[in-house]
């Protein structure tokens, strides 16, 4: 061992010299150069869906250059993201980061992405953050630049610059506020003469109202209402189970929709609510329900507030990792463990699809969707299910492209109280799951919705 | 609830781009066989409406992809994938004479692109399509910063890209139009070309003497770019359309102070009186308005002011002392400015200097007048008043459809090209192979 570190250190000891000798050559040439013109970036399509791919590309550098690609966000919070990956130009000056390998930085290897799912916070940020847009009607705006270099590049101003704008809404989806037979939330609306098959899209606890996806979704073809449902206090489980109902009558009712073609997509908490509805509803009959890190834990007659009263007070069992993150995995394991606690998944009949993270440290999700399976097995309804299980990747499934958060500040609910929540995944795998998830749910929602043969169970 | 009206996808990518680059559009979980018709509608600033469609069939897998699937007839036909965007007219019934051209370039040009059952050709604001989507075509590049810069006269419209540069600086000029264009400034800045569109027109100068600008208001702009602090003061370039080919010519070959890298000259003339001011080489087209004629339309052309190609060089700008590369577009069925015979003639001109080196033609057959960057509808003939001249008149500028616009898209990859070797130096043309 020792052995290969001293040849390790031996070789970094030479190439390093020489990798500085190569930046500084490169950097004088470049500032020979930028007294005429400057290496030129471009961002193609300047302009994009957020789950749209784009291709960066330098061009006029000189050849053998080794230069740092970077990108930087300024959040809605005003917190800055960052990326980068180092590369160096071949023999025609041309750096192109969807062909080219980057060498180190926030990604590796080819990724034509990595400026985008690798970003976090730079250094000297505060700790926990996440990076969620509240607005969707801007875009997210990402400059590009490229620096001269390698190490120390942010030490250099960048040689050019682009800006690309990541959308979440495609021109012509209509957003229109919901609040309507005391149901609030807001709806997305693609545009075209309609009618459209819809979507009720409802995140995790934690999260507040969020748009962004149901925007998304609109701006793929589905009507898409993003419900807001943790911001009341209910008498009793029952009124609640109505406010659910409702929210979806007013989709399935809606003009632009088309009424038998209404499917439930749901997040963590809100996964359990789609489980909760398409078991025991006799009014609401979802087409097809979505469930992204699957939650079926719900004792029987709480509120979901009153549910996760129950859940804290096992808080104190909970995995505290060398980071102090706290992580509910393995006290939820036991909860779920007594099946008097969860939803009868055993009573839906219509396809399911279930995506999640085999490293999901806030909830034992891989767990649940394969009780989900041996409860279909048993009903002879394993054919309505379809599972998918990413190895490293986390809790919180997102768009493409989106940053992966291992774990962020959260608030408890009744005790206000902030700790850090574990979620869980490795970067590299986890954005490969985002971005594999987000094609297979919108190519199993377009099967169900958009042309499907009813799928009824045997029952 | 009708199967074929959920079933009918429609998808145009990037539903978001720039106005010179292409866009796939695809139509899914069409009916196998289902005969469509897939129609793009613009409304303009002006409140006019323009529209063009494509009569397709949808293949086994209910699918069509304008990039691989022909359109049997309609505004255009064959395998078009673009053919939405240029082959737009005046929806039925629109006034004779429009011409679609954007004023404000801060707000992209929507256009919304829906598909219809059956192959239809009109009444199509009385169907409802099956599906329908809205596609932004922007002059702007995210980043690009369109601002005023002070001149002596009168503010000039600047845009600049982003980044630190320095940037190769561009001076724009347009024809005798009366409107100041800035759309192709803005799309050469979304190409890294620091560019002022020159309103050399509606100068304050003109406004109150009735007279032209000379040269010193052109040299005054380009010592204003050249200062700029993020323009390389070296590399410096210009591209005049029409008339403003005149005064590129006159500037890049007399001007003591304007030292031009490049230039490009579009559908214009090199005969002017040597060395005449610009009022004076204004006159002289002028002064053969007896030669203009008329169509069977009544449309005027004017392509004869200028010829025959005169002989005595005193009236021919004198390109033989040209030291700077020379990009000429040609439209060879262009109505209004004898452009073809005028690049001939400068052809022979460079070749008995011994600076033809410096020279490209490109000649576009049954391309007109108005050559304008790609996927702009074609105008043969518009409403035009020209400087000087009291009333609107129906002008014809020429040029078939089909090939006008192919000499579109043609040209202005060459033009990008050709500025980026002579403005930024090296030759990868990678970046311009989305176009």
């Keep these: 061992m020792r052995g290969f570190r001293f040849i390790r250190g031996t070789m970094w000891s030479v190439t390093r010299p020489l990798l500085q000798e190569c930046t500084l050559t490169c950097y004088r040439l470049l500032s020979a150069m930028t007294q005429a013109v400057p290496p030129i970036l471009s961002v193609t399509p300047s302009r994009a869906l957020v789950d749209e791919k784009f291709q960066v590309l330098v061009e006029n550098l000189p050849p053998g250059c080794p230069v740092t690609l970077c990108s930087l966000h300024r959040s809605e919070d005003k917190d800055d993201w960052e990326a980068y990956g180092h590369y160096v130009s071949d023999h025609r000056g041309v750096v192109s980061v969807s062909e080219d390998l980057s060498f180190g930085g926030t990604y590796t290897g080819k990724e034509p992405m990595g400026l985008l799912w690798s970003m976090r916070p730079v250094p000297g940020s505060r700790k926990g953050l996440r990076l969620r847009k509240i607005n969707v009607c801007t875009p997210m705006l990402v400059n590009i630049s490229v620096h001269s270099g390698h190490e120390g590049f942010r030490d250099r101003t960048p040689l050019a610059s682009a800006l690309a704008e990541r959308w979440y809404m495609a021109p012509g989806v209509k957003r229109i506020d919901i609040n309507k037979q005391g149901v609030q939330g807001t709806l997305y609306i693609p545009p075209g003469p309609g009618p459209f098959p819809a979507l009720l899209d409802m995140w995790g606890g934690g999260a507040g109202l969020l748009e962004y996806r149901s925007a998304l979704l609109a701006s793929r073809g589905y009507v898409s209402f993003s419900l807001d449902y943790l911001w009341s206090e209910y008498l009793s489980a029952d009124v609640e189970f109505k406010y659910f109902e409702t929210a979806f009558n007013i989709i399935r009712n809606h003009s632009q929709v088309i009424p038998d073609r209404v499917g439930i997509l749901g997040s963590s908490l809100g996964s359990m609510v789609a489980f909760d509805l398409t078991a ?180 | 609830m009708d199967r074929k009206q959920c079933c009918v996808k429609l998808s145009v990518q990037p539903s978001r781009g720039l106005m010179d680059e292409k866009f796939i559009v695809l139509v899914q979980n069409a009916l196998p066989g289902s005969q469509l018709t897939i129609r793009a509608l613009h409304q303009c600033e002006d409140g006019h409406s323009w529209e063009a469609f494509g009569h397709y069939t949808a293949d086994t897998t209910g699918t069509i992809n304008l990039s691989e699937d022909p359109s049997i007839r309609g505004t255009y036909s064959g395998v078009e994938q673009m053919g939405l965007l240029w082959s737009l007219r005046p929806i039925p019934g629109s006034k004779p004479g429009l011409r679609m051209r954007k004023k404000n370039i801060q707000t992209p040009m929507e256009v919304t692109i829906s598909v219809y059952q059956g192959h239809q050709t009109e009444g199509f604001a009385d169907l409802v399509p099956l599906s329908g989507v809205v596609v932004e075509r922007w002059y702007m590049a995210p980043g690009v910063r ?160 200028l010829l025959p190609i005169p002989t005595d060089p005193s009236l021919k700008a004198d390109v033989g002392r040209l030291q700077c590369p020379l990009l000429l577009l040609v439209g060879e069925d262009d109505q209004s400015c004898p452009a073809q015979e005028s690049a001939l003639d400068i052809k022979e001109m460079m070749a008995q200097a011994g600076n033809s080196h410096l020279l490209t033609v490109l000649s576009y057959p049954n391309a007109g007048h108005l050559i304008e960057p790609p996927y702009t509808p074609h105008t043969r003939s518009s409403n035009f008043r020209t400087t000087g001249m009291p009333e609107k008149v129906m002008y014809l500028w020429g040029g078939q459809t089909v090939e006008h616009s192919r000499a579109q898209e043609d040209a202005w990859k060459k033009i990008l090209v050709f500025l980026r070797e002579n403005l930024y130096g090296g030759r990868n043309p990678t970046l311009f192979s989305h176009l």
């Design chain 2, 146 to 305: 369109g601002f005023q810069l002070q001149k002596v006269d009168s503010p000039q419209p600047f845009f600049l890209p982003l980044g630190p540069g320095p940037f190769p600086g561009l001076l724009d000029l347009y024809g005798l139009g009366g409107q100041l264009v800035e759309y192709r400034a803005a799309l050469l800045a979304s190409h890294g070309f620091a560019s002022m569109a020159i309103d050399y027109v509606n100068s304050k100068f003109t406004i109150e003497t009735g007279k032209m600008v000379d040269s010193q208001y052109f040299e005054t702009a380009y010592r204003v770019l050249q200062q700029h602090p993020q323009v390389c003061k070296s590399r410096i370039a210009m591209i005049g359309f029409s008339f403003g080919t005149s005064i590129t010519l006159k500037m890049a070959i007399y001007s003591e102070i304007i030292k031009l890298s490049a230039a490009v000259c579009i559908s214009g003339s090199h005969v002017q009186p040597v060395d005449g001011s610009v009022e004076e080489i204004l006159r002289f087209s002028y002064k053969n308005a007896g030669k203009t004629r008329f169509s069977e339309k009544d449309e005027k052309i004017w392509r004869d002011q």
């Design chain 1, 280 to 459: 025991y509803s006799t009014i609401i009959k979802p087409r097809c329900i979505v469930c992204i890190s699957s939650n079926h834990y719900h004792p029987p007659g709480t509120t979901l507030k009153a549910g996760f009263k129950i859940l804290s007070k096992h808080f104190h069992k909970a995995h505290f990792d060398e980071n102090n993150h706290m992580s509910w995995r393995s006290f939820a394991l036991d909860l779920i463990a007594d099946p008097s606690n969860n939803v009868e998944v055993g009573r839906i009949n219509c396809p399911m699809l279930l995506v999640n993270g085999c490293d999901d440290q806030n909830w034992p999700t891989v767990e649940t969707a394969e009780e989900v399976a041996r409860l279909l097995r048993e009903g002879g309804k394993e054919h309505l299910l379809s599972r998918l299980a990413y190895p490293g990747a986390g809790h919180l499934i997102e768009p493409p492209f989106s940053p992966h958060f291992r774990a962020t500040k959260f608030i408890i609910l009744n005790s206000k109280e902030k700790v850090i929540l574990l979620w869980g995944g490795h970067t590299k795998a986890h954005s490969d799951a985002q971005e594999d998830s987000w094609r297979k749910i919108l190519s199993f929602l377009q099967l169900h919705l958009y042309h499907s043969p009813s799928v009824k169970a045997n029952l």
